[in-house]
């Protein structure tokens, strides 16, 4: 009978081991004796998350949110790269990081896709900042829904979304998109092409621009573009192409003419 007291009173010492008292009562631990709070032992700021992508080349990374991620002992990093929001992940131990995705194997659910949609779907813009008199139409400037279009006349992606608007205006005529002439400081020829586009307000000279093909440089040098510049800065939108819907819901990168039709009619 003692040894059974005394093995009973071992099997509750070593139970205990898994709990400790504090100010709040019991704070639970995991088997291998760490707390199961990890943000009570494991920290990373924002300004490390910064660093971080910084050494793995993403120097202009803006910090969103760091969290941990749906995985054990890794951080979730959200951030804008370019103008777009993206989801990196880092272990405890600071030392690797992860660009995903993450999938949850019972549900079968991109766990990281989830976030990067929650993520596109908070950025917000004041769309009435927009000087939609200053931009080329491309449509019926007499169109119900608008849409401005931030664009880089060397930017090739801003081409292959150009071809999908034009996809969308053959079957939607209640859409009109409005072009901002937005030149990123890496194209070292983009200024001038802006403000040659925008001092002729030629669409043709744009798509010739897209195209690949020499377009003339005029000898203007209309305000209009810094004031692009200028306006992006303050909106957020750093990349392109980018596309600022009625509600002021920002999406950057190129769509499908019917995933276009369809971000259009759900920012009604």
């Known amino acids: 009978m003692t040894r059974f007291f005394i093995l009973l009173l071992a099997a509750v010492f070593l139970g205990s081991a898994l709990f400790q008292l504090n100010s709040d009562g019991l704070q639970a631990f995991d088997k291998t004796g760490h707390e199961m709070d990890c943000q009570k032992c494991h920290v990373l700021t924002n300004q490390e998350a910064k660093e971080i992508l910084k050494n793995v080349k993403i120097p202009e990374a803006e910090i969103l949110k760091v969290q941990l991620s749906p995985v054990k002992g890794i951080w979730e990093i959200s951030f804008m790269n370019q103008g777009r929001p993206a989801v990196f992940y880092v272990d405890f131990s600071k030392t690797f990081l992860l660009p995903g995705p993450v999938v949850d194997i019972k549900s079968g659910k991109n766990r990281t896709q989830e976030r990067l949609a929650k993520l596109e779907e908070s950025r ?4 009435s900042k ?3 008199n200053q931009g080329l139409v491309l449509g019926d400037g007499l169109a119900p829904q608008k849409v401005a279009v931030f664009t ?3 930017c090739p992606f801003c081409g292959k979304l150009h071809k999908e608007m034009e996809k969308v205006l053959q079957e939607r005529k209640d859409i009109a998109f409005y072009i901002i002439l937005y030149p990123l400081r890496f194209h070292k020829d983009a200024y001038w092409k802006s403000k040659s586009i925008f001092c002729n307000k030629s ?3 744009l798509e010739d621009a897209y195209a690949g093909k020499e377009i003339p440089r005029l000898e203007c ?3 209009e573009i810094d004031a692009n510049i200028k306006l992006a800065g303050a909106l957020g939108i750093t990349g392109t192409p980018s596309l600022v819907l009625p509600n002021g819901r920002v999406h950057t990168g190129t769509l ?3 995933q276009l039709i369809d971000l259009i009619q759900r920012s009604r």
């Open 221 to 223: 040098d209309p305000k």
């Open 124 to 127: 917000r813009v004041d769309f």
């Open 130 to 132: 927009i000087p939609l």
């Open 152 to 154: 880089d006349p060397d």
């Open 203 to 205: 669409l043709k000279m």
């Open 256 to 258: 499908p003419a019917e």
